[in-house]
């Protein structure tokens, strides 16, 4: 029986991993080639063309890598295994519309065998969840082709030591092919920098046989990737057919560290351990040097099973990036400019470093067209005149964030025109505080107009960009919540009462007031929140903005006894004027008892409704009303819980202003707050 020359039997020797014989996957660029090829969940450069497309979409700037790797040097035979490759990637208006990529690899085996694989890649984002998490998905559409040159054994061919029978009919046939293939691949990206990727390769199978048929089987490689500013673990598992017609499965793990410096740039280093089906093993170590957006790689690759005496392979690449750079190396850049300004006593050790990130000042005069179209919600625009700026203004990374912030911002929405409907200038306000550099309010304001206009899943998506950006949680209610969001905050300060977080209170009350400066529960409860921890002309002015607002004449009433025990403790005169519902000023004069101030760090929650105070007797009503706040108020001490304590003991103040037990425990606890 006729048997293939020599070339057949050196292509079952084409890399590490036994398997078929034609465009065996040996990986792209050095990076990757250090890490072991586990490059799935990453694939965040140019390379991603060929680890998996749709890790094209997480880039923001263009790039074009050339790349080389003589392979399993050393060989018994001699033979000369080398792999080039080619590859530019191109962001579509920054990424927005996802990004384009064109590779070329060429693999050669001495002057006998070569194959070539020519990628038109494209990968771009498809979805983003409320989470912040993005999927991705791409495609690459190939063109497969080899050859061969057949050498004189190709017309002596031989049937065991017996080498007449002439010319071989395989070898001196056809002598290249070419055909058309197609790889497909998902990347799912969390907020926790969890990444998992999956690429398939050869879905369409083609027949790369000389002579008859011979398809490419299906190669699945799936992995997970924890993903931070400078560093990378990644996990892979790959499937492949095998040259027997097997299944066989590979497992690498591998891992990268960056090394910025303050005047020598970035340095990184990487390894992967991986093993699997027919005894392959291997480890690979990797370097990079990155700077002036140029990146140099090196990788070794030492296989240490299933093929012997091989001194392993070497793979060198250089990468060139163009245009604006990404948001991790703004980041990067920004803090070594920071190190460098502190290593030169230019900056205090212990200032905020992340005080460099804040975008720019737009009250800056250079800034003049970029905040006018702000202020007028062309965030588009803005974007686009800030990026015309860029070359003409100076070195400071704060204009780069407030770019990518303009950019963010116009990516959802490119105008928003103001209206009087309530979610959308909460909205506006909130993009404001963001392209500002205001992140707390920015994420308040949001939130709330992302609770206001539930429809709108814009403002979901854009919230959780900010919440990346931001590192600031969201505020979120369940759209079937009856408490609303200002509702759901107000309980949640009562909650936080309970728990005596008194500061978290405070903040509530506050938040709340900057979302509805007019919230007249929210200032009746500052307002007691102050009174209570000794603050009285706080608490006068939020009691008596709260009595403007107020319609109700009980509550009226009730603010106007408040505002006199604020006053009284103050030394301010007992009289004061309030708008009544009519609208019409009206003199109010009560005699105010002395009120005790409870000296501990405690809030206390607004009054309740109840009856005003009367002149004269106290009916039967009101004196069961005190006797059950009078019990309430001691049970209320005893445990300890002083802001329930005290509400409970103005209350009666309110109904019976000469209440002496009331006056009494008020003052034990004033006393008790000044003794701690």
């Not at 586990?38 to 497309?53: E, G, L, R, S």
């Not at 793990?253 to 005894?279: I, K, M, V």
């Not at 909650?495 to 005596?500: E, H, L, P």
């Amino acid at each position: 029986m006729r048997k293939r020359a020599f070339l057949c039997f050196m292509l079952f020797s084409l890399s590490s991993v036994a398997a078929n014989a034609y465009f065996e996957d040996m990986g792209a660029g050095a990076r990757a080639a250090g890490m072991g090829n586990a490059f799935t969940a990453i694939a965040d450069d140019a390379y991603a063309a060929y680890f998996n497309p749709a890790g094209l979409a997480q880039l923001s700037q263009a790039q074009a890598s050339v790349a080389y790797a003589q392979l399993l040097t050393g060989l018994s035979d001699g033979s000369n295994l080398g792999l080039s490759q080619l590859t530019y990637a191109q962001p579509l208006e920054n990424g927005k519309q996802g990004t384009m990529a064109l590779g070329y690899q060429r693999f050669g085996l001495n002057q006998i065998y070569n194959e070539q694989s020519f990628y038109l890649s494209y990968g771009r984002k498809i979805l983003d969840f409320d989470s912040g998490a993005e999927l991705m998905m791409g495609a690459n559409a190939k063109y497969l082709y080899h050859s061969f040159q057949p050498g004189a054994e190709a017309n002596n061919s031989c049937q065991g030591f017996n080498c007449t029978f002439g010319a071989d009919p395989i070898l001196t046939g056809r002598t290249a092919q070419g055909t058309p293939d197609a790889d497909v691949g998902l990347l799912y990206r969390s907020p926790d920098h969890l990444q998992a990727g999956l690429d398939v390769q050869h879905v369409m199978m083609p027949n790369v046989a000389f002579s008859g048929t011979e398809r490419l089987p299906l190669n699945i490689h799936a992995g997970l990737a924890y993903t931070a500013l400078w560093m990378n673990l990644s996990a892979e598992l790959d499937s492949d057919q095998l040259a027997d017609g097997t299944q066989g499965q590979d497992f690498v793990l591998a891992g990268e560290r960056f090394f910025p410096t303050l005047d020598w740039g970035e340095f990184a280093l990487r390894g992967s351990l991986g093993y699997g089906s027919q005894n392959w093993k291997q480890i690979t170590l990797g370097a990079s040097y990155i700077i002036n957006k140029i990146e140099f790689d090196y990788a070794f690759v030492m296989p240490i099973g299933g093929i012997a005496t091989t001194a392993g392979t070497q793979q060198v690449d250089m990468t060139w990036r163009f245009g604006k750079r990404d948001p991790q190396d703004v980041l990067t850049a920004d803090l070594m400019e920071k190190a460098r300004k502190i290593r030169d006593g230019l900056i205090p050790i212990g200032l905020n470093i992340g005080a460099v990130t804040r975008p720019h000042d737009l009250n800056d005069p250079r800034l003049v067209k970029v905040k006018a179209l702000v202020e007028q919600g062309r965030f588009g625009a803005a974007y686009e005149t800030m990026k015309d700026l860029m070359p003409n203004l100076p070195a400071d990374p704060s204009y780069a964030v407030l770019l990518d912030r303009l950019n963010l911002v116009g990516e959802f929405y490119p105008e928003l025109a103001l209206t009087n409907e309530r979610w959308n200038q909460t909205l506006f306000t909130g993009f404001k505080y963001f392209i500002n550099g205001q992140d707390r309010f920015a994420m308040l304001h949001v939130s709330y107009a992302a609770a206001l206009e539930p429809e709108d899943v814009r403002i979901e998506r854009v919230l959780s960009k900010f919440q990346t950006v931001t590192q600031i949680k969201a505020q979120k209610i369940s759209p079937n919540n009856p408490l609303g969001f200002i509702g759901q905050l107000l309980y949640e300060a009562e909650a936080a009462n309970d728990s005596r977080e008194y500061g978290r209170v405070k903040q509530i009350l506050d938040d709340i007031l900057e979302l509805e400066p007019n919230d007249t529960v929210a200032l009746e409860r500052l307002g007691s929140s102050d009174y209570v921890t000794g603050h009285y002309k706080e608490a006068v002015l939020a009691w008596g903005k709260a009595l403007k607002l107020e319609t109700n004449p009980d509550e009226i009433q009730s603010l106007k006894n408040y505002l006199q025990l604020a006053e009284a403790k103050m030394g301010q005169p007992k009289k004061m004027e309030a708008v009544l519902p009519g609208g019409s000023p009206k003199a109010a004069s009560v005699q105010a008892p002395p009120a005790p101030s409870a000296a501990s760090q405690a809030q206390v929650q607004s009054p309740q409704k109840s009856a005003a105070p009367q002149e004269g007797k106290i009916n039967s009503r009101q004196r069961k009303e005190i006797m059950r706040l009078y019990r309430r108020g001691v049970d209320d001490y005893a445990s300890g819980d002083y802001i329930h304590a005290t509400a409970a003991f103005l209350r009666i103040l309110q109904i019976d202003p000469q209440n002496t037990d009331a006056k009494k425990a008020l003052e034990r606890m004033s006393q008790r707050g000044s003794a701690q």
